[in-house]
């Protein structure tokens, strides 16, 4: 007379609490949609830093400084790009969606306190973080 069951009989039943009635494109969907929501969590944990420093600059810099708006554009935005690109480099490595951030941030600031030519501005920074991400990855690389 057998009371017990085998351990491989009962690691392959499903209890009833456990039946999943949702179709597999679903599941695999709702899998990648958490996985994304992870992503995105922690792009924007690592990002979080560089994202207040670039606010604090492009919006409130030319409110606090407004005589200078020039100077802040050639000289006080390409370092800051520089030298938090190169920063952020030489933590996470090269990734490529840093770029976008003193973009996306500089844009409507440039809308509002600077004027129309300033989106050219936007390009330089954008370059200028580039090469400052490389420089940052490379050292990165070299110091391991």
Do not use: D, N
Request: proline residues 4%; aromatic residues 14%; glycine residues 4%.
């Amino acid at each position: 007379m057998q009371t017990t069951r085998s351990i491989t009989h009962i690691r392959t039943e499903t209890a009833p609490h456990t039946i999943r009635t949702e179709s597999r494109s679903a599941r695999s969907t709702a899998r990648s949609t958490s996985l994304y929501r992870h992503l995105a969590g922690r792009i924007l944990r690592r990002l979080r830093f560089q994202l207040a420093f670039y606010v604090f600059a492009f919006y409130l810099l030319p409110v606090m400084l407004p005589s200078s708006g020039m100077l802040l554009l050639t000289l006080v935005y390409p370092a800051l790009c520089f030298v938090l690109s190169t920063l952020y480099g030489m933590r996470y490595g090269f990734i490529s969606h840093y770029l976008a951030v003193p973009i996306i941030v500089f844009l409507p600031a440039s809308l509002l306190a600077f004027k129309a030519y300033s989106f050219l501005y936007a390009l330089c920074y954008l370059l200028i973080s580039c090469i400052a991400l490389t420089f940052g990855a490379l050292y990165r690389q070299m110091s391991k």
